[in-house]
């Protein structure tokens, strides 16, 4: 056989076009998910900074003005101060089980984030089940709550981790029954296709209209699967000093901060998606479509802004709740989830079958 | 019987000493089953200062600025009624001017306990913001305060006999103008938090007291009044000149913690009552008796001699306490602030009891938390309204 030693070069050559192509392919995979893990970093970081400003407002004072330009690099100031802590583990705690803790709470929340729309077809994973992945993967984070407080060997802790896996399951019901009425009214558990079946009408086609008990409903249970307050007991600071929380010092209880804020701003956005209409612009006989067809750059990111422009009401909502109200008992709280909201739920979810039914 | 093997182990719990829930340093050793209270023990000690031994090697103008260390929210009461004691003992009379610019100040200072009462209450709830709506208010009062007195919270203001010193010009107008702010303040925490149903559902029916309770145990103040008796020693005793004001004793009848808040906030607008009827109607005269001042003179004349002028300093003349024993009281905000007294014959007490308000209020904690949760312990112990420093004086 004789290899002509041009033959060997063209075909080393095409092999070598081959493997980077993969190269390529391969860093292509990671070049979305890193802008996204990006773009929910710098989310955190705004919210925190809004969350103080907020808070400021309320209560009469200035918030932070010294971290750079109006406070804004507050919240990176302090993660940094941080991750400078000495990172202390309870000495007869389990310390495997204590380091995991707060890594799966923000695991699972994170995990979550790849299912939502940012803009038209703007989806890391444009799953057919794309919400139930949403819920199914934030049920882990109780799980997370539960390590942390078991590893620290702590009475407060422990009370408070189980207080936490509590809460979060008894509000997990009525979330999944409100989603589960959405995902009725559109046909489909993806949230590409929920967002699209709001697009008709504008302003009118939210499906805040059609599910007026359902809004509130997954209003009340994301607050509670948040831990914010008024649903806040197991950080409560004057009764179990910080629960879970307690024996955590430096980047872990940094995670922690980090995931109660990755769990607001992925609620907030399941809200919009949900409710408010996602990317859609909502003036009526205005349809982005058109703009995403003509200048597809400038479609996307003004669908961009419009959704975060919806979640960023709700985050104000939230926030102003937080520092307005006061904080309910444990037995109050799992009475307000399983006897108040439950029933609503499922007397919701029976309104919405019934109309479909009928509206067939 | 078989212990079953997942048999109850109560929890202790110990709400050590320094914890984040601004109640001073009470240390509560509860014992929990679950969620629910079965014991609760208080430890007190850690803010004591031996005030009362102190007080037997002080002359009564010494002592005064360590009186408002005790309940150091409400400081005006403390330094009447460490003045209102000699003044009894010896017979002096107060001027009227100045019995009504201490009927002023006292009010003042009681807004200010029960504003100060009301933001630890509400952050204990969970609402975080009433805390810094009620220094706002605080504030002026410190203000005002700054301006008569010159000192913001310790003022050493009362004297025996009257006040050091007179209102400065202009300070009616401005507490004047502090009592309509006042009163739209109230009506904005009435808006913000009474109709408040989560508020409502953290308070109502927590803690509650009966009458017969409330007398056997030995409560003053607010947790007497909430529970259905109309006592108030301004009206019983009618002690300064709180006669000649038009005011209602305000009480209610439940005995749990909203009616306690309930009484704390229609309190303060009672106040608000009294000091602009105070200021309206202030005479002028004296503010100050000054034949306390007249002391004997017969001490100490051979160290007043020529001879020993440069050799050290001379005792300051001090008010000559005759050898009595008395009891005297005043409504502080917390309930019913009392001193016994027995005298010397000097310028020093032999005995100076204080029966604080706050240590008498305290005993029923234990009671009170035996059947109720986790999260209740801190609505409780906030209504009752103790602060350490007088506790553990």
């Known amino acids: 056989m004789i290899i002509y030693a041009t033959e060997v070069q063209t075909i080393n050559s095409f092999v070598r076009l081959e493997s980077l192509k993969e190269v390529y392919g391969l860093i292509w995979i990671f070049v979305p998910i890193f802008s996204l893990i990006l773009g929910i970093i710098t989310g955190v970081l705004v919210i925190v900074w809004l969350e103080r400003e907020i808070s400021a407002g309320i209560q009469q004072r200035i918030g932070p003005e010294y971290a750079g330009p109006l406070g804004i690099l507050q919240a990176l100031a302090d993660g940094t101060k941080l991750l400078f802590k000495e990172d202390l583990r309870p000495s007869r705690g389990n310390t495997p089980l204590f380091s995991i803790g707060p890594s799966i709470a923000v695991i699972s929340i994170l995990l979550s984030y790849s299912v939502l729309p940012f803009s038209n077809h703007l989806v890391l994973a444009d799953l057919n089940i794309g919400i139930f992945l949403w819920i199914a993967i934030s049920s882990i984070a109780p ?24 809460q979060s399951i008894s509000y997990e019901i009525p979330l999944t029954l409100c989603v589960l009425s959405i995902s009725l009214l559109s046909n489909s558990l993806s949230t590409v296709d929920i ?3 709001q697009s008709k009408y504008g302003f009118w086609g939210w499906n805040l209209w059609r599910q007026p008990i359902g809004f509130i409903i997954f209003l009340i249970s994301s607050l509670a699967e948040c831990e914010r307050l008024p649903f806040d007991l197991p950080e409560a600071e004057e009764e179990l ?9 430096g980047i872990k209880f940094g995670l922690f901060y980090v995931a109660s804020y990755l769990n607001l701003l992925i609620s907030s956005l399941f809200v919009t998606v949900l409710y408010l209409g996602g990317w859609n612009i909502s003036i009526p006989y205005v349809s982005i479509l058109e703009l995403f067809e003509r200048d597809p750059i400038f479609g996307t990111t003004i669908g961009i802004f419009i959704t975060l422009a919806k979640t960023y009401l709700f985050l104000f909502i939230s926030i102003a709740t937080r520092w307005t109200l006061p904080r309910l008992r444990m037995d109050q709280l799992l009475n307000l989830g399983w006897k108040f909201l439950l029933p609503i739920s499922l007397g919701n979810l029976l309104l919405t079958t019934s109309f479909q039914l009928f509206s067939l | 019987m078989k212990r079953p093997v997942t048999g109850k182990d109560l929890m202790i719990v110990n709400m050590g000493p320094h914890h984040p829930s601004m109640h001073g340093v009470l240390r509560l050793i509860v014992t929990l089953d679950g969620e629910d209270v079965v014991d609760c023990e208080p430890i007190l000690g850690y803010l004591h200062r031996g005030m009362e031994k102190i007080a037997e090697n002080r002359a009564i103008i010494q002592y005064l600025p360590y009186v408002t260390r005790w309940d150091y929210l409400a400081t005006m009461f403390t330094e009447a009624i460490t003045v209102n004691g000699p003044e009894q003992l010896g017979n002096i009379q107060v001027p009227k001017r100045a019995s009504y610019i201490r009927v002023i100040m006292l009010e003042l200072s009681r807004i200010a306990s029960h504003l100060l009462w009301l933001g630890p209450f509400m952050a204990d709830i969970g609402a975080q913001t009433p805390f810094f709506y009620i220094f706002r208010e605080r504030e002026f009062v ?3 305060f700054e301006a008569a007195t010159g000192m913001r919270m310790m003022h050493n203001f009362f004297r025996i006999g009257g006040i050091a010193a007179d209102l400065p010009y202009g300070w009616i107008d401005k507490c004047l103008d502090f009592c309509d702010y006042f009163l739209t303040e109230v009506v904005e925490y009435q808006k913000l938090i009474t109709r408040n149903p989560i508020f409502l559902e953290r308070v109502e029916g927590v803690g509650i007291i009966s009458g017969e309770e409330a007398i056997n145990w030995g409560l003053s103040g607010p947790m007497l009044r909430a529970s259905g008796i109309p006592w108030d020693l301004r009206k019983v005793d009618r002690y300064e000149s709180y006669d000649e004001f038009e005011w209602e004793i305000q009480w209610q009848k439940q005995g749990d913690s909203l009616a306690r808040y309930l009484v704390r906030l229609s ?8 000091i602009q009827q105070a200021l309206e109607g202030l005479p002028g005269g004296p503010y100050e008796n000054l034949e ?7 001490r100490n004349t051979e160290w007043n001699d020529f001879e020993y002028r440069f050799i050290s300093k001379k005792p300051s003349p001090t008010f000559e306490l005759s050898k009595q024993e008395l009891y005297v009281r005043v409504e502080a905000p917390k309930g019913e602030l009392g001193i016994f007294l027995i005298g010397d014959q000097s310028g020093f007490p032999w005995r100076w009891k204080i029966r604080p308000p706050g240590f008498i209020n305290l005993q029923i904690l234990p009671e009170l938390v035996k059947r109720m949760k986790l999260a209740d312990i801190m609505t409780i112990l906030g209504s009752i309204d103790i602060i350490m420093g007088e506790v553990d004086r």
């Open chain 1, 241 to 249: 000093i910080a629960g879970y929380q307690t024996e955590y010092s």
């Open chain 2, 267 to 274: 309190e303060m607008t009672e106040s608000i009552k009294i």
């Open chain 1, 195 to 197: 967002v699209e079946a």
């Open chain 1, 143 to 166: 799980i997370g709550l539960l390590i942390s407080g078991y590893g620290s060997n702590n009475k407060y802790s422990f009370l408070g981790g189980l207080r936490a896996a509590a």
């Open chain 2, 292 to 298: 306390s001042r007249g002391f004997d003179r017969k």
């Open chain 2, 142 to 144: 410190y203000d005002l």
